[in-house]
């Protein structure tokens, strides 16, 4: 092997190698909420309405850092895992009373994890006549950028009917960027969204 051949392949493994350990120590799990399931009601049309179902998930995120990190992004993949979402298919809030845009600064002092309460939103079509009957027994919540968010808990049809919806091909991967402070670096984290 020549000396540039040498150089090359050194760099490329030492990328290969910094990149492994970087997803090695940021941990992330995904897990189920007694948080009610909510509807956002979007667009209305002739014949059908456009709603985001908005899902409850608590991630823990662990950094195995000793020294400080920083969320940088939260985002959602497609469902290949590459490339970011689409806002019209995907949308993220934190769970909160209500709904919020995701954390982003958060900071890690060191082998710390810090749990997220999120909603990861689908973007649905529903024919008009469905949605009244959809609709009978959820609670209204609160009205987010001119759209009216619903309570679905009080609704086991609502929630049957919705929950059918989500198909694996839409599920998508849940990507966190981080900023290491130690060597100035992005890094990153991405995990399967699960049902």
């Known amino acids: 092997m020549g000396k540039h051949a040498y150089i090359l392949f050194a760099l490329v493994v030492s990328i290969v190698t910094s990149c492994r350990s970087q997803e ?86 060191g082998h710390d994890t810090k749990v997220f309460d999120i909603y990861i939103g689908y973007r649905m079509f529903i024919k008009s006549k469905e949605k009244n009957s959809l609709f009978e027994n959820a609670v209204y919540l609160e009205e987010n950028g001119g759209r009216k968010v619903y309570d679905l808990s009080k609704s086991e049809i609502a929630v049957r009917f919705f929950e059918q919806k989500i198909t694996d091909d839409i599920r998508g991967y849940l990507s966190f960027s981080f900023y290491n402070y130690e060597n100035e670096l992005g890094l990153g984290h991405t995990i399967k969204v699960e049902k």
């Open 24 to 109: 090695d120590n940021v941990e992330l799990s995904f897990e189920k909420t007694d948080a009610p399931l909510k509807v956002m009601e979007s667009i209305t049309m002739a014949d059908s309405v456009v709603v985001i179902l908005l899902k409850p998930y608590r991630i823990k995120v662990k950094s195995n850092y000793s020294n400080t990190i920083r969320t940088s992004r939260l985002s959602m993949n497609s469902g290949g895992g590459s490339g970011y979402h689409n806002p019209s298919k995907y949308l993220i809030y934190t769970d909160k009373h209500k709904l919020a845009p995701p954390p982003t600064g958060v900071k890690f002092s």
